[in-house]
């Protein structure tokens, strides 16, 4: 199975700051995606992550506010641009490998004061 | 639509089997996974199932799928108070997005 290491694993930030969120894959993979999990809530998918151009957006979810990058195969970042309170969640990175197994990393604690 | 639903808790006995319940709404659903959230930690792949198929056993973990009435479950045989934890069902689609759709979560509890 893909490794994942994200970090950082938690922030505390205060309000108004942005921060930026890595993604490192062990391997090649063609698919990435960002997902949000607010607390004691399931899962929501921000974007997909797509390597040499914008990445797709979700309903609700805008550029502006999530930028996102994918310079190759293997690397993404996710920002969470001028924070409000409302944006402490956990940020979960994940792979598709061989167009079935899906595999998340460990996930990057935000909470923002 | 695009819901999938379980049931929010499910306590046993250490020993007991556990049986986690969803149901999804989509017929183009093409896989179907559970996954595994303990506390403080991201999500672990537990096991997958085709559409096609009915059911996949994997050591202590039994799936079965009834495609029919859309309905999926997760058994643990055995159950171990190392399986405390939420347990997610998700579905994704045979289109270009492969995106993963959640369902709410399951928090088991195993009681000694």
């Known amino acids: 199975s893909a490794v994942i290491s994200q970090k950082p694993s938690r922030d505390i930030c205060q309000r108004g700051t942005s921060l930026t969120i890595q993604c490192q894959v062990d391997?090649?993979?063609?698919?990435m995606f960002w997902y949000r999990q607010q607390p004691g809530q399931s899962l929501t998918l921000i974007a997909t992550?797509?390597?040499?151009?914008?990445?797709?957006?979700e309903s609700g979810f805008v550029i502006d506010k999530f930028p996102i990058s994918r310079p190759n195969l293997t690397f993404s970042t996710l920002t969470v641009s001028n924070m409000s309170p409302e944006d402490s969640s956990i940020y979960l990175c994940?792979?598709?490998?061989?167009?079935?197994?899906?595999?998340f990393g460990q996930g990057t604690r935000l909470t923002v004061v | 639509g695009e819901d999938v639903e379980q049931s929010l808790f499910l306590s046993v006995r250490e020993g007991d089997s556990s049986v986690i319940n969803c149901t999804y709404t989509d017929s183009s659903s093409t896989y179907l996974y559970w996954y595994k959230q303990e506390p403080g930690a991201g999500l672990q792949l537990l096991t997958y199932?085709?559409?096609?198929?009915d059911m996949k056993q994997d050591q202590r973990l039994t799936v079965l799928l009834n495609k029919k009435d859309k309905h999926l479950s997760l058994r643990i045989a055995d159950t171990q108070t190392g399986d405390s934890a939420i347990y997610f069902c998700a579905e994704t689609r045979m289109d270009s997005s492969y995106k993963l759709i959640f369902g709410s979560g399951t928090r088991l509890l195993v009681r000694p």
């Open positions: 199932i085709f559409s096609n198929m």
């Open positions: 391997s090649q993979v063609t698919m």
């Open positions: 994940s792979v598709l490998q061989s167009s079935t197994e899906a595999f």
């Open positions: 992550a797509n390597q040499g151009s914008e990445a797709t957006y």
